[in-house]
Nanobody
Framework: VQLQASGGGLVQAGGSLRLSCAAS????????VGWFRQAPGKEREFVSS????????DYTDSVKGRFTISRDNAKNTVYLQMNSLKPEDTAVYYC??????????????WGQGTRVTVSS
């Protein structure tokens, strides 16, 4: 599977953005998908994930209540709705896919990043 993230941009604090992760290939619905971010000078960190059916989601504590992950398997796309953005959300955001039976191997498929900049 190939992934392409989009939707980043410059937004003021308190604003919103919706990131999209579009996948190519068939059988996208069998992959779990995660969003990660890497801020300047920091290590990449987990942001959110969603299971293949979309029925199970997970978030890092710092985005709970502000970010919502969802997916549309018919469109081969996963979304990350980001509300109440803070300057500390500034980072390059990446989406990644994982086959559920290969969780021990981690996320094996990565898209290019999309930059999110939140101004104060």
């Amino acid at each position: 599977v190939q992934l392409q993230a989009s939707g980043g941009g410059l937004v003021q604090a308190g604003g919103s953005l919706r990131l999209s992760c579009a996948a190519s290939g068939r059988s996208f619905g069998i992959y779990a998908v995660g969003w990660f971010r890497q801020a300047p000078g920091k290590e990449r960190e987990f942001v959110s994930s969603i299971n293949p059916s979309g029925g199970n989601t997970d978030y890092t504590d710092s985005v709970k209540g502000r970010f919502t992950i969802s997916r549309d398997n018919a469109k081969n796309t996963v979304y990350l709705q980001m509300n109440s953005l803070k300057p500390e959300d500034t980072a390059v955001y990446y989406c990644a896919a994982q086959l559920p039976w290969r969780r021990a191997q981690g996320y094996e498929y990565w898209g290019q990043g999309t930059r999110v900049t939140v101004s104060s």
